[in-house]
């Protein structure tokens, strides 16, 4: 279960000078809302989290009261505000004269100005390094979830095979990708799933079109599911009906093995202690030296990012400038890429935990 | 086609203190970069989209620079910049000492605070009001899209009924909507698809879950489909199998009647130069005062709000505090709503867009 008192002393030992936090949730929601209530329902455009002495108080609306009080924490209280004159009046009696902390990474500029007008607080502080230190290291509830995320979507992957056909599309296979997640009962997918068929494949963030499945010709997938707020994030490149006697086949092969076993070493080195850099590092060296060099250059992004409510979560990334280190708990991606323009390409995700003394794959 | 340049031109006129607009793109992607790029594909988190003299500039990294070139309009420069540093150095030399606009509704506290820091300009005014008034009267172009986002998303709704039976889920009705809405070449769900049955109705945000369905039971519907960037949000509620003879089913069948006028009343008050406000009123008044008010204050939220690339887009909402104007070429939803906790609800949606003299529904 959540424990929300023991998230809100996290944060706040995180943020010593401010004794109020304040969470907007705007169009699209602040994934700290989510992990300050455990709301798994609801929209909650427009309403507000307050924070203070271990209570929380969500100033919502007429429309979202119901969801809230069925699913709210012990010690919150739900407020339904009838007017945009009753939520001024309610905040500035809440946070008038003192210091309150936000989350700057997500609240918009125009928000922090209005809080500011409105409220009239002494001080507004940016506090999200405290809320993204507190979600990196994840709680074994948020990895039983995270798990169950990975788990549903590593079974749809499992499955897809079945579907390629001669014909089908991109956008049909995506099809089938969203309906088996919630099928096997996730809460949809954790962003849209990317399918690219051939040469699609060489670009990274290719959204699936109309373009046709052909015999021998590469299917790339990268996708996941939620379960329960928490993301998952998985990508398997296949070769459709392979014509294993072609130059391209054995091409594409070729950049397989090598992006297999980038995976590998790049996991080897995945433990509590490292920097974000290092894994980053051993995979691109590994990539570039591959075949006297011949796919030099051609893994063009970071070989992960951490994973939770968010798939492109807060904490250590796995990238050539991250400087935190890795500790016990984070969840990252690891997912190498050789990317031929042109031609296709190839990338291998998996989700690991870092543990002490090594990276366990989901 | 997209014009980016009549854009551009737009959104300057309502800005005339900035010549320069940048628009930085987040993990959630800003609508205003989708609308200033007209790009369907890609991620494009952390790059940066520079305007001046109707130019556009594109600060991405390698991994989204393919994509970026096959989408890019014709006056756009891609460049895919190699290290932070080489980020910060390009914001400065082209954003320093000038007075820069932003999207401050979307753009983050922390980034606005890095921006000021890093590329020195003179000065920074949120301009997202120019942009939100240039969006929310949408192009013969846009209404295209819209139609199609639309005409999906009907004929996906049309079909649910047959995947009606005793023992589905919710989220297994939910796997349909999504599967449907690409199977007739949507871009995806414009938003998590809500499924409630029974007493969930009553609750207008529930989100599906393992709730079964039952005989003479409600099931409501409240989806849309995404077609190239823009976004449809269409809701219907079935009774499965009705006892038409339970009291059950003759209140549900009220309380659908009620609804049913009440989005049609709206609609009649809905066109250009109406206050946002009236529509609302006009269907509020008739569900407060219907069967001598018997359900007087179970309308619990507004009637409408623009629909574009978000769904929840800019411009005037049909709410109870809304002073702006509908004006021509605006689209929203008429969505009253009557909701009884602990027995159900009904909502019946629909997209319209606004003319001189009436709504029509698309």
């Known amino acids: 279960m959540i424990d929300i008192r023991n998230r809100i002393s996290k944060v ?3 943020s010593a000078a401010s004794r109020i936090l304040l969470i907007n949730s705007g169009t699209n929601q602040d994934s700290n809302f989510l992990y300050m209530t455990g709301f798994t329902s609801g929209v909650f455009e427009g309403s507000a989290l307050i924070i203070e002495k271990g209570y929380e108080t969500l100033l919502t609306s007429k429309l979202e009261e119901g969801i809230a009080l069925e699913q709210k ?76 995320a990975n788990h549903i979507i590593k079974k749809v992957l499992s499955e897809m095979p079945k579907f390629f056909k001669v014909g089908i599309t991109e956008k049909q296979l995506a099809a089938h990708v969203e309906y088996l997640i919630r099928e096997y009962n996730g809460d949809g997918s954790s962003f849209p799933p990317i399918v690219a068929f051939g040469k699609n494949a060489a670009l990274p963030h290719h959204m699936p079109d109309g373009t046709k499945l052909t015999e021998n010709s590469i299917v790339l997938l990268d996708c996941g599911a939620k379960f329960e707020n928490y993301s998952s994030d998985v990508t398997r490149t296949y070769v459709f009906r392979p014509d294993k006697k072609s130059e391209k086949y054995k091409r594409i092969m070729e950049i397989y093995g090598i992006v297999e076993n980038a995976q590998r070493i790049a996991l080897d080195s995945i433990r509590s202690g490292v920097q974000g850099s290092v894994p980053h590092a051993k995979a691109e060296e590994y990539i570039d030296s591959a075949y006297d060099g011949r796919y030099e250059g051609k893994f063009i992004h970071s070989l992960g990012h951490p994973i939770g409510i968010d798939v492109h979560d807060v904490g250590t990334s796995l990238s050539i400038n991250e400087e935190r280190e890795l500790k016990p708990g984070m969840v990252v991606s690891d997912e190498p890429g050789i990317y031929v323009r042109g031609f296709g390409g190839v990338r291998i995700e998996d989700d690991v935990i870092v543990t002490a003394n090594e990276a366990k794959m989901m």
């Not at 009696?93 to 007008?117: E, H, W």
């Not at 409105?118 to 001080?123: E, M, S």
């Not at 940016?126 to 979600?135: E, H, L, P, Q, V």
């Open 12 to 14: 706040m030992r995180g």
């Open 73 to 148: 924490p012990k010690h919150m209280d739900v407020i339904a505000v009838k007017s945009r004159e009753e939520m001024r009046s309610r905040l500035s009696s809440l946070l008038k004269g003192k210091t309150v902390g936000i989350n700057g990474n997500y609240l918009p500029y125009s928000t922090y100005i209005s809080i500011k007008r409105i409220a009239k607080p002494r001080n507004i502080i940016d506090t999200s390094k405290s809320f993204n230190i507190a979600r990196s290291v994840k709680e074994p509830y948020e990895l039983q979830l995270m798990k169950k």
